[in-house]
């Protein structure tokens, strides 16, 4: 069953990165609706 342990290694490593990028973009636009509620943009 070694691909089994692959496919979970595969899906960690592809899982971790997306989620950090998921947490970066929700920030960032989180950041960018504070500066445009300010700005009088929305």
Do not use: S
């Amino acid at each position: 069953m070694e691909l089994g342990h692959y496919l979970v290694i595969w899906v960690a490593n592809g899982a971790i990165p997306l989620g950090v990028t998921l947490l970066f973009l929700i920030d960032h636009v989180i950041q960018w609706l504070i500066k445009w509620r300010k700005d009088g943009v929305i």
